[in-house]
């Protein structure tokens, strides 16, 4: 593997397998992989602010709202207005949305351990290493074409 499309090949895998394993909850909760991980997002990452933070998964907005709607109305999160900017709503895990997320957190472990079968220490760390440093070029790039844009 020394090309970008190599990587961009291993993204496109790591996807479909992730979506895979996910079946079993989508089946049996009636979600999409996309409230899965929003569900999951929330979970380990506090209670957010729907139109900002949790569009920084990569998810368009329409699809965040679309997916957020079907959560609250399956019972698994519950929404509120911000006091002070009536713009911004914060989405908060219900107590039925912990066992989506138990079963959604044993799918990226286990998922987790398939990837990196064989793979000794060293290597992890550096591929975590690497992996950051690419999360932190990507995020540099968008907050730059964010502002070209606006300007």
Do not use: W
Request: hydrophobic share 35%; net charge positive.
């Amino acid at each position: 593997m020394n090309t970008l499309f190599d990587m961009l090949t291993v993204v496109y895998k790591y996807k479909k397998l992730y979506e895979r394993r996910c079946q079993p909850i989508v089946r049996e909760y009636d979600l999409r992989v996309a409230d899965i991980d929003i569900l999951y997002y929330v979970a380990h990452s506090g209670p957010k602010n729907l139109s900002k933070d949790i569009v920084d998964m990569g998810m368009s907005k329409a699809n965040v709202s679309k997916s957020v709607e079907h959560l609250r109305k399956k019972g698994l999160v519950e929404l509120t207005e911000d006091k002070e900017d009536r713009r911004c709503v914060h989405i908060e895990l219900t107590s039925e949305a912990h066992t989506v997320i138990k079963e959604a957190v044993k799918i990226r472990r286990e998922l987790g351990q398939c990837l990196l079968k064989g793979v000794g220490e060293a290597d992890r760390e550096a591929v975590f290493r690497v992996l950051r440093q690419i999360n932190e070029n990507m995020a540099q790039e968008l907050a730059h074409s964010e502002t070209n844009r606006s300007s």
